[in-house]
């Protein structure tokens, strides 16, 4: 199903943002965790970076050494590494995987959610053995007083989130990890429901004993989550290779309207596939039960969208209501930070409310 899109635009290029080291590029901005405030739209921008110099027969791996609070770059023999992909390699001997970059956050400001007026200073930089190969995928709830945001720590245990908070975004709250390995895309609810908070998460399935699948959970306190259950699985070709919850959920009054990510990358197959937006409408006071699914609504179609460092990815990840429509911000082939528009409308006709 095809939704309008109002207007789309490119919001921030790598070169738009300096690098936190002067040994580093940045290669990618992208995936931000969005929020509206007071002062108009904040953005927690992720930012790729990889070495700068280069060495033939060799690739420079980097990772976070928090002895000097710095990006350390390990050289590793090309002989001894087999390229997974851009993002990746896997070497011989032991078959450990590792990332060619290491990411960390900062903060772009913006008065009316469509253009940047400014890249701010600060930045959220790995921290902790947990964060060792860099800091990603943010998603931002307003609940409270506090803008909390889930990230994902990449370490040699394998990909955890983790939650922080802020009231300004110039400085920064840790709260430690909430799921352990192997587990992302971790969205949160704005509000209580049934006097405990709720998100979505996605744990990675490394066997083949079913489709990918968007789990939800509960919590007293944000910290400590039980009451795992499936919400969603892949059943769709398009979502068949990777489900994930998109942007946190927005309240309608048809019930939590999701834009969730899928993947449609099948088993075997040497690519890393189509990344696409769909709908979920869940119920208001029972968001484990499924109301409506919209199919694909979002694609790649942009050029920014089809090309770049992976080709053929929109990536939702925070969602601004602007009265009868809603700003949606996304990564794009997952190099840039893209800004589309729909009809609040349109979303919830496409999930059949």
């Given at each position: 199903?095809?939704?309008?899109?109002?207007?789309?635009?490119?919001?921030?290029?790598?070169?738009?943002?300096?690098?936190?080291?002067?040994?580093?590029?940045?290669?990618g901005?992208?995936?931000?965790?969005v929020?509206?405030t007071?002062?108009?739209?904040?953005?927690?921008?992720?930012?790729?970076?990889?070495?700068?110099?280069?060495?033939?027969?060799?690739?420079?791996?980097?990772?976070?050494?928090?002895a000097?609070?710095?990006?350390?770059?390990?050289?590793?023999?090309?002989?001894?590494?087999?390229?997974?992909?851009?993002?990746?390699?896997?070497?011989?001997?032991?078959?450990?995987?590792?990332?060619?970059?290491?990411s960390?956050?900062?903060?772009?400001?913006?008065?009316?959610?469509?253009?940047?007026?400014?890249?701010?200073?600060?930045?959220?930089?790995?921290?902790?053995?947990?964060?060792?190969?860099?800091?990603?995928?943010?998603?931002?709830?307003?609940?409270?007083?506090?803008?909390?945001?889930?990230y994902?720590?990449?370490?040699?245990?394998?990909?955890?989130?983790?939650?922080?908070?802020?009231?300004?975004?110039?400085?920064?709250?840790?709260?430690?990890?909430?799921?352990?390995?192997?587990?992302?895309?971790?969205?949160?609810?704005?509000?209580?429901?049934?006097?405990?908070?709720?998100?979505?998460?996605?744990?990675?399935i490394?066997?083949?004993?079913?489709?990918?699948?968007?789990?939800?959970?509960?919590?007293?306190?944000?910290?400590?989550?039980?009451?795992?259950?499936?919400?969603?699985?892949?059943?769709?070709?398009w979502?068949?290779?990777?489900?994930?919850?998109g942007?946190?959920?927005?309240?309608?009054?048809?019930?939590?309207?999701?834009?969730?990510?899928?993947?449609?990358?099948?088993?075997?197959?040497?690519?890393?596939g189509?990344?696409?937006?769909?709908?979920?409408?869940?119920?208001?006071?029972?968001p484990?039960?499924?109301?409506?699914?919209?199919?694909?609504?979002?694609?790649?179609?942009?050029?920014?969208?089809?090309?770049?460092?992976?080709?053929?990815?929109?990536?939702?990840?925070?969602?601004?209501?602007?009265?009868?429509?809603?700003?949606?911000?996304?990564?794009?082939?997952?190099?840039?930070?893209?800004?589309?528009?729909?009809?609040?409308?349109?979303?919830?006709?496409?999930?059949?409310?």
């Amino acid at each position: 199903m095809h939704v309008t899109r109002l207007f789309t635009r490119c919001l921030i290029r790598p070169e738009d943002v300096p690098p936190s080291q002067d040994d580093l590029t940045v290669v990618g901005t992208f995936n931000p965790a969005v929020v509206a405030t007071p002062e108009g739209v904040r953005l927690l921008v992720r930012v790729a970076e990889m070495p700068r110099q280069r060495r033939p027969g060799w690739v420079g791996l980097p990772r976070w050494d928090a002895a000097t609070a710095r990006v350390a770059i390990d050289w590793v023999a090309e002989e001894d590494i087999i390229r997974e992909d851009t993002r990746s390699v896997r070497f011989k001997a032991d078959g450990v995987v590792r990332l060619t970059f290491v990411s960390h956050l900062c903060v772009a400001e913006s008065r009316d959610g469509r253009s940047i007026d400014r890249i701010a200073p600060e930045r959220f930089l790995p921290a902790g053995p947990l964060e060792q190969y860099g800091v990603e995928d943010p998603r931002a709830t307003k609940i409270g007083g506090k803008y909390y945001f889930t990230y994902v720590g990449i370490s040699r245990h394998g990909p955890t989130t983790l939650l922080a908070s802020t009231r300004d975004f110039r400085t920064f709250q840790r709260h430690g990890t909430i799921f352990c390995p192997d587990n992302k895309d971790v969205v949160l609810f704005p509000e209580k429901i049934g006097e405990r908070y709720v998100a979505l998460h996605r744990p990675s399935i490394s066997a083949s004993l079913t489709r990918p699948e968007i789990w939800i959970a509960s919590s007293p306190d944000l910290k400590d989550w039980g009451g795992h259950q499936p919400v969603h699985g892949g059943k769709q070709a398009w979502e068949a290779g990777r489900v994930g919850a998109g942007a946190p959920p927005i309240r309608t009054a048809k019930g939590w309207l999701e834009l969730y990510h899928g993947n449609d990358r099948r088993h075997g197959e040497d690519r890393v596939g189509r990344y696409c937006g769909g709908l979920m409408l869940l119920d208001l006071y029972v968001p484990s039960r499924v109301r409506g699914l919209s199919g694909p609504i979002f694609y790649p179609e942009a050029d920014f969208e089809c090309t770049g460092f992976v080709p053929d990815v929109v990536f939702p990840t925070g969602i601004v209501e602007q009265g009868e429509t809603v700003l949606v911000y996304y990564g794009a082939a997952d190099a840039v930070t893209g800004v589309t528009e729909f009809r609040l409308g349109d979303l919830l006709a496409a999930v059949g409310k």
